[in-house]
């Protein structure tokens, strides 16, 4: 059975990441290139590295398939909170996330991860139903299929089988490693032992301790953005103004990083979420 084969309009939402990289290209050369009613999507939040955005436009170049690229924008009626762009106005600089917290009025946690629902599950379902693309909103939500393998089984368990292919034809991290290997381009960013650590949000509040305290060491610039947020929040006395209450603030821990090179930190294992691989 060819889990790639399409017989129906589909949606294939792209995170910018090697996993669901591989199944784009699955998609295309089972089908002799993608069919007119398929449509690839790519949601930016602002907050991805540099190389991501560099790695999604060479996909869509290297294989000659259109890619949506879209962004949340706050609007008062919500067939408009989305926009579409490209490669050079993609947000950089955490706009589209930002816009979304100011509209919220506090910050999302690891209980309320409405960052994901927002900024790309239901960012994708407008531009969907405007393009008539799906009846209602809610349908729309539901119908994208996404880069979930057959080794990430507690992200898997909570998504409809038709809507993850790559753990039907049971591909894991090392079966996307070896093709990426195979290929004249890859991502600019480290594979470790198959995970991308530096993908998705650079500092999202899921990722591990360890793995927080490593990649502000690395670039302690990178804690900004996500303490202004913190302090906004906190100065116009709104609840909820700490991504995560069992860690020190995001400015808390770029000053112990840099000063004393280690932190101690509660929840040392990264939190599955759906903004992809």
Same mark, same amino acid.
């Given at each position: 059975?060819?889990?790639?084969?399409?017989?129906?309009?589909?949606?294939?939402?792209?995170?910018?990441?090697?996993?669901?990289?591989?199944?784009?290209?699955?998609?295309?050369?089972?089908?002799?290139?993608?069919? !007119? !009613?398929?449509?690839?999507?790519?949601?930016?939040?602002?907050?991805?590295?540099?190389?991501?955005?560099?790695?999604?436009?060479?996909?869509?170049?290297?294989?000659?398939?259109?890619?949506?690229?879209?962004?949340?924008?706050?609007?008062?009626?919500?067939? !408009?909170?989305?926009?579409?762009?490209?490669?050079?106005?993609?947000?950089?600089?955490?706009?589209?996330?930002? /816009?979304?917290?100011?509209?919220?009025?506090?910050?999302?946690?690891?209980?309320?991860?409405?960052?994901?629902? /927002?900024?790309?599950?239901?960012?994708?379902?407008?531009? $969907?139903?405007?393009?008539?693309?799906?009846?209602?909103?809610?349908?729309?939500?539901?119908?994208?299929?996404?880069?979930?393998?057959?080794?990430?089984?507690?992200?898997?368990?909570?998504?409809?089988?038709?809507?993850?292919?790559?753990?039907?034809?049971?591909?894991?991290?090392?079966?996307?490693?070896?093709?990426?290997?195979?290929?004249?381009?890859?991502?600019?960013?480290?594979?470790?032992?198959?995970?991308?650590?530096?993908?998705?949000?650079?500092?999202?509040?899921?990722?591990?301790?360890?793995?927080?305290?490593?990649?502000?060491?690395?670039?302690?610039?990178?804690?900004?953005?996500?303490?202004?947020?913190?302090?906004?929040?906190?100065?116009?006395? *709104?609840?909820?103004?700490?991504?995560?209450?069992?860690?020190?603030?995001? /400015?808390?821990?770029?000053?112990?990083?840099?000063?004393?090179? *280690? $932190?101690?930190?509660?929840? !040392?294992?990264?939190?599955?979420?759906?903004?992809?691989?």
């Amino acid at each position: 059975m060819n889990h790639y084969k399409l017989n129906e309009p589909a949606v294939i939402s792209f995170s910018g990441g090697r996993t669901s990289g591989y199944m784009l290209k699955q998609f295309i050369d089972a089908n002799n290139g993608l069919p !007119d !009613d398929c449509l690839v999507t790519f949601a930016n939040t602002g907050k991805e590295e540099e190389a991501t955005l560099e790695f999604v436009d060479r996909c869509s170049k290297e294989w000659e398939v259109p890619i949506v690229w879209l962004e949340y924008k706050w609007s008062e009626q919500t067939k !408009d909170r989305f926009k579409i762009v490209d490669f050079a106005t993609a947000a950089r600089n955490g706009e589209p996330f930002e /816009e979304l917290i100011h509209a919220k009025k506090y910050l999302p946690n690891p209980v309320a991860r409405f960052c994901t629902i /927002e900024l790309k599950i239901r960012t994708i379902s407008n531009y $969907l139903f405007s393009i008539g693309f799906c009846k209602t909103r809610s349908q729309g939500e539901n119908m994208a299929i996404v880069g979930i393998r057959a080794d990430e089984q507690r992200r898997a368990a909570k998504i409809e089988p038709h809507r993850r292919p790559l753990v039907a034809a049971g591909v894991t991290k090392e079966t996307v490693t070896r093709f990426w290997n195979e290929q004249s381009f890859d991502l600019g960013l480290p594979n470790m032992n198959g995970v991308t650590p530096h993908g998705n949000c650079d500092l999202c509040y899921l990722k591990g301790a360890k793995l927080i305290e490593s990649l502000i060491l690395e670039k302690p610039d990178r804690a900004d953005w996500w303490a202004r947020m913190e302090k906004e929040v906190h100065a116009s006395k *709104q609840s909820g103004n700490l991504w995560r209450s069992d860690r020190p603030s995001y /400015e808390r821990m770029k000053i112990i990083a840099t000063e004393q090179g *280690q $932190l101690d930190l509660a929840g !040392d294992e990264t939190i599955p979420c759906f903004c992809g691989d």
